[in-house]
């Protein structure tokens, strides 16, 4: 493997996932023995310490019993009947001169002349031999004449059984290091299978496989909960790009017509033999053309920030009842024209936080839907009114109504239903409605059936909304 990969492996979340776990396994393994080899050192230890202190009172009572040869007796006694291990005993004079030396044959190698070169001060001491590689601890006793009992006993069979537990855990070593790399890349495989998954779907995505969705294990873990947002949002991006193709398709379609009107007025204009009116009528209706594309493309932008959160609301009360009068107002000549009676539902007095102008839009577009959609001699009702602290506001028409198949489809941008293709319009005005009433935190719907009118209903909150 070239220095290059072992550099990008080097850096990989695998890797530190290996490298950490098998650190924090090997060094807690490690903590562990240190602590169990502290814990038996300082047990054994003070098991002998206990013993030898036993036996300086037995000792001691001898002494005090029967002097140095009742001491002597007891000694030689335990040695015979090999009873445990046996013993240093020594008894010093008042100048630290040896009166009482019983020495197993075995410990002849220790320096006994450290003992007799001291102090007689009652504190223990450790004897090694000449080499240094055994020691011998020595614990000492007053008597009762003044002289000091000394009873010594050898570590070896103490630094045996630290050793063997030494070398029992650096046999184990080996297979606990091997075990916790194997470990640590076990399970940092496993944990990171969602994240390959993850990367494998992105890497998808981007040749062009919007269909593309990560597995989910439903394990109800962290990564289960990331991929079903990842396919969430994978689902939500791929209906925006299919409704972007279908309205850039639909705007390509309904932008032909009137540019080639546009263009048809012009060519009109500039053949030769025309009178100026004629190219004051042209140059007309080229404006009146490129008056509905800006406001096509005015609507769209509008559509598209109040979809994405950028469309800036200015806030301020607004009385509901009053705001329909002037909806109504306004279009009053037009429902006079078509023979379509406008009335309001009497409502008490109910205001809201709202862009006065953008909600005005927005019951200027359903009033101006349902009187379209109206014949003559039809009528359309507005209602306003408080529901569960929400501000409701209604639209209905006795107009043709709203097939099955064309409600779902009617919020779409530039939609337009069978009955709707024949009139006059853009087919952005109930896209616009949705979109203005969802940035201010509202919802709109639609209840209708064919030839049995429609009903519009905008609920928005009667607490100002957060301001986007």
Not at 108 to 121: V, W
Not at 131 to 152: F, H, I, R, S, T
Request: charged share 25%; glycine share 8%; net charge negative.
């Amino acid at each position: 493997m070239s220095s290059k990969s072992l550099s990008r492996v080097r850096r990989t979340i695998t890797f530190r996932l290996i490298l950490w776990y098998s650190a924090f396994f090997i060094l807690g393994t490690a903590v562990l023995f240190v602590i169990a080899y502290v814990l038996l050192s300082s047990s054994v230890r003070q098991k002998d310490r206990e013993e030898v202190h036993e036996k300086l009172g037995e000792y001691a009572a001898q002494y005090r019993a029967g002097g140095l040869e009742a001491l002597g007796t007891e000694v030689t006694l335990e040695e015979r009947s090999a009873k445990g291990e046996a013993l240093f005993v020594r008894v010093a004079g008042p100048q630290n001169a040896t009166l009482f030396l019983n020495t197993p044959e075995r410990w002849r190698e220790f320096d006994l002349a450290q003992l007799e070169g001291g102090r007689i001060d009652g504190q223990p001491v450790l004897l090694r031999t000449r080499n240094g590689k055994k020691a011998l601890e020595v614990e000492a006793a007053p008597l009762a004449d003044g002289l000091l009992l000394q009873v010594g006993r050898s570590t070896e069979e103490t630094e045996d059984l630290l050793e063997s537990f030494r070398e029992i855990f650096t046999g184990i070593m080996v297979p606990v290091v091997v075990l916790g790399i194997a470990g640590g890349s076990f399970l940092a495989y496993r944990t990171l299978r969602p994240v390959r998954s993850l990367v494998q779907t992105v890497r998808s995505v981007s040749t062009g496989r919007m269909d593309a969705r990560v597995p989910v294990k439903h394990t109800g873990d962290e990564l289960d909960e990331l991929a079903l947002l990842f396919n969430a949002m994978l689902e939500k991006i791929e209906k925006l790009i299919e409704g972007m193709r279908g309205s850039l398709d639909t705007v390509a379609h309904d932008l032909r017509t009137p540019l080639t009107r546009l263009r048809g007025t012009a060519e009109v204009a500039l053949r030769p033999g025309q009178n100026p009116e004629a190219y004051r009528g042209a140059l007309a209706d080229c404006v009146e053309e490129a008056d509905e594309l800006l406001v096509m493309l005015n609507t769209l932008m509008d559509i598209s920030e109040a979809e994405t959160g950028a469309m800036k609301l200015t806030l301020e009360e607004v009385s509901v009842p009053r705001l329909l009068e002037d909806t109504v107002e306004l279009y009053a000549h037009v429902a006079e024209d078509k023979n379509v009676s406008l009335s309001i539902a009497p409502s008490e007095e109910l205001t809201l936080t709202a862009d006065r102008n953008r909600m005005r839009q927005v019951l200027a577009n359903l009033l101006d839907n349902a009187i379209k959609y109206t014949p003559e001699g039809g009528r359309v009702d507005l209602r306003a009114f408080r529901q569960d602290g929400q501000a409701v506001i209604t639209v209905s028409d006795s107009g043709a109504g709203v097939a099955p198949e064309d409600a779902p489809r009617i919020w779409e941008r530039l939609y337009r239903g069978d009955p709707g293709r024949s009139l006059r319009g853009l087919g952005l005005g109930l896209s616009l409605v949705r979109a203005v009433v969802r940035a201010h935190q509202g919802r709109v719907e639609v209840s209708s059936a064919p030839g049995g009118g429609s009903l519009f209903t905008v609920y928005l909150p009667a607490t100002p909304p957060q301001s986007r």
